[in-house]
């Protein structure tokens, strides 16, 4: 079992920036892929970025260049720099962690908002 904890969620102005972390416990493989996505209303959930223990890392379209994913194996954890915040933006931000087979494991979730 695996067990995913996030933070740093909150309110933010249109350009401003926000933080995300998510700590995991439970049975973690190095070759575990850990990653954020976000569901915004009434929308399907999508990646937003994910990563590798080796740092091979993927993002959506919408956020390359401005969002940055980094991974402290030692630690389980997760982080999402997010800069240049937009309203559309705005989601329900959660922490995942894929096994080699596709089984995933989901955070509870955070909630990021973006005001113009």
């Known amino acids: 079992q695996v067990q995913l904890v996030e933070s740093g969620g909150g309110l933010v102005q249109a350009g401003g920036s926000l933080r995300l972390s998510c700590a995991a416990s439970?049975?973690?493989?190095?070759?575990?892929?850990m990653g954020w996505y976000r569901q915004a209303p009434g929308k399907q959930r999508e990646l937003v970025a994910d990563i590798t223990s080796g740092g091979a890392t993927n993002y959506a379209d919408s956020v390359k260049g401005r969002f940055t994913i980094s991974r402290d194996n030692a630690k389980n954890a997760v982080y999402l720099q997010m800069n240049s915040l937009k309203p559309e933006d705005t989601a329900a931000y959660y922490c995942n962690l894929r096994k080699p087979l596709g089984r995933n494991y989901w955070g509870q979730g955070t909630q990021v908002t973006v005001s113009s």
């Open positions: 439970g049975i973690i493989f190095s070759i575990d892929v």
